[in-house]
T-cell receptor, first 116, second 111 residues
Framework: ETGVTQSPTHLIKTRGQQVTLRCSSQ?????VSWYQQALGQGPQFIFQ???????GRGNFPPRFSGLQFPNYSSELNVNALELDDSALYLC???????????????FGPGTRLTVL | QQPVQSPQAVILREGEDAVINCSSS?????VHWYRQKHGEAPVFLMI?????EQKGHEKISASFNEKKQQSSLYLTASQLSYSGTYFC????????????FGAGTILRVKS
């Protein structure tokens, strides 16, 4: 019962193109995190948004950017796609009541991006 | 640097027990555990906090040794539904105060 949805489910792009992935968080959740999951690996943190402002970023280049909107939706944008960007992209929403640790994250089903 | 999970994979028969370990080289203040079934989203299992506070499912048990920077997930009387990949996600200042997930432990429960 996560209530987190992502679109599209699958996407195929070519190298150099740009892509926008979308996430709809659970109602009331003020925080959304984006992860990249390569095959056989754990999710790798890309960045987090808290109340529409970036609140932490992982080791990803600036061509990975994001937005969070007041209606509990968010976007992950990737410019100048590279072959290595092929992965499952997961968003996770949470109701961050305490700032000293990350609270329970509810993951969406992910978007499978293939870059050819 | 990622935390290290062990074992990498384990096969159990229904009713058997298993322990999955997560080790970090950095000081931690919390550890998250998630389970992901093939083709599905990771699902929250438990959070363990520095100081002993825990938040999670009643049927799941885990430990967090702050001094050793280790956490263990205990799966008892395993059921077929326990199959999946288990990820630990430690959190600490040196991880940038965000979750850094391990590579995962694949658990398969056979009937």
């Amino acid at each position: 019962e996560t209530g987190v949805t992502q679109s599209p489910t699958h996407l195929i792009k070519t190298r150099g193109q740009q892509v926008t992935l979308r996430c709809s968080s659970q109602s009331g959740h003020n925080t959304v995190s984006w992860y990249q999951q390569a095959l056989g690996q754990g999710p790798q943190f890309i960045f987090q948004y808290y109340r529409e402002e970036e609140n932490g970023r992982g080791n990803f280049p600036p061509r990975f950017s994001g937005l969070q909107f007041p209606n509990y939706s968010s976007e992950l944008n990737v410019n100048a796609l590279e072959l290595d960007d092929s992965a499952l992209y997961l968003c996770a929403s949470s109701e961050q009541a305490r700032t000293e640790f990350t609270d329970t994250q509810y993951f969406g089903p992910g978007t499978r991006l293939t870059v050819l | 640097q990622q935390p290290v999970q062990s074992p990498q994979a384990v096969i159990l028969r229904e009713g058997e027990d298993a322990v999955i370990n997560c080790s970090s080289s950095k000081a931690l203040y919390s550890v998250h555990w998630y389970r992901q079934k093939h083709g599905e989203a990771p699902v929250f299992l438990m959070i363990l906090l520095k100081g002993g506070e825990q938040k999670g499912h009643e049927k799941i048990s885990a430990s967090f040794n702050e001094k050793k920077q280790q956490s263990s997930l205990y799966l008892t009387a395993s059921q077929l539904s326990y199959s999946g990949t288990y990820f630990c996600g430690p959190e600490g200042a040196e991880y940038g105060n965000k979750l850094v997930f391990g590579a995962g432990t694949i658990l398969r429960v056979k009937s």
